[in-house]
């Protein structure tokens, strides 16, 4: 079963808009009905000199399963997911697949 590693550097003054849009039926909720989603833990880390990063763990049953549902409407570059996404991005998001043992 794969496990999915994101983090997204996320601009401070956006942090509440972020939290917002994952809690809409845009967000988690959304990506929860997807076929073959086990799971998911998110949150936020701050460093001393205020960098704010969104963690996001997640498994799914397949990586194809992921794959799929970031091709849905919902997930496409022109939607207002994604608007959002790249509104409160602050530098370059790292995805990192991890076989759990």
Same mark, same amino acid.
């Given at each position: 079963?794969?496990?999915?590693?994101?983090?997204?550097?996320?601009?401070?003054?956006?942090?509440?808009?972020?939290?917002?849009?994952?809690?809409?039926?845009? +967000?988690?909720?959304?990506?929860?009905?997807?076929?073959?989603?086990?799971?998911?833990?998110? +949150?936020?880390s701050e460093?001393?000199? +205020?960098?704010?990063?969104?963690?996001?763990?997640?498994?799914?049953?397949y990586k194809?399963?992921?794959?799929?549902?970031?091709?849905?409407?919902?997930?496409?570059?022109?939607?207002?997911?994604?608007?959002?996404?790249?509104?409160?991005?602050? +530098?370059?998001?790292?995805?990192?697949?991890?076989?759990?043992?």
């Open positions: 079963m794969p496990q999915l590693l994101i983090q997204f550097p996320i601009r401070k003054e956006k942090k509440d808009t972020w939290a917002s849009l994952l809690k809409s039926e845009l +967000g988690l909720p959304y990506t929860k009905t997807m076929n073959g989603f086990i799971s998911a833990e998110h +949150g936020f460093s001393d000199v +205020g960098t704010v990063v969104w963690h996001l763990w997640e498994k799914w049953r194809e399963d992921y794959e799929n549902y970031m091709l849905k409407p919902p997930r496409a570059k022109d939607s207002k997911f994604m608007n959002t996404v790249i509104e409160c991005l602050d +530098g370059e998001t790292s995805e990192t697949w991890i076989e759990l043992i």
